[in-house]
């Protein structure tokens, strides 16, 4: 996980540490190591600094999250050309069998 990620979650990281997360110091770090990124907004679906997770993404990684893929067909093609392997929540299927995986079900509280 990401230091300092925790910033609008109520959560400190010492929180997630407690439960077994490793911390990387820095978000280049994060992306370099990891193997699967899990985020909410992905690139495509942040726009305020999507665009800088492109360049930290690496051929083989999957990333899973809102990726909005029907907003931009240059910013789907762009994801596609960065040789990840993405997954769309907002793209799973609603139907009752998934319904407590659905991304707007998993997030009642």
Same mark, same amino acid.
């Given at each position: 996980m990401e230091a300092g990620a925790d910033f609008n979650t109520g959560y400190r990281d010492a929180d997630y540490v407690e439960k077994g997360a490793r911390l990387a110091p820095s978000r280049a770090e994060l992306f370099r190591?990891?193997?699967v990124i899990a985020q909410v907004l992905c690139y495509g679906s942040n726009d305020p600094t999507g665009k800088n997770d492109l360049a930290l993404y690496r051929?083989?990684?999957t990333v899973?999250? *809102?990726q909005r893929p029907f907003g931009s067909l240059e910013l789907a093609l762009q994801l596609a050309a960065s040789g990840v392997t993405? *997954?769309?929540?907002e793209l799973m299927p609603r139907i009752t069998r998934a319904q407590s995986t659905?991304?707007?079900s998993c997030q009642r509280p």
């Open positions: 190591d990891a193997d051929c083989k990684q899973i999250g *809102f993405s *997954f769309s929540v659905g991304e707007l």
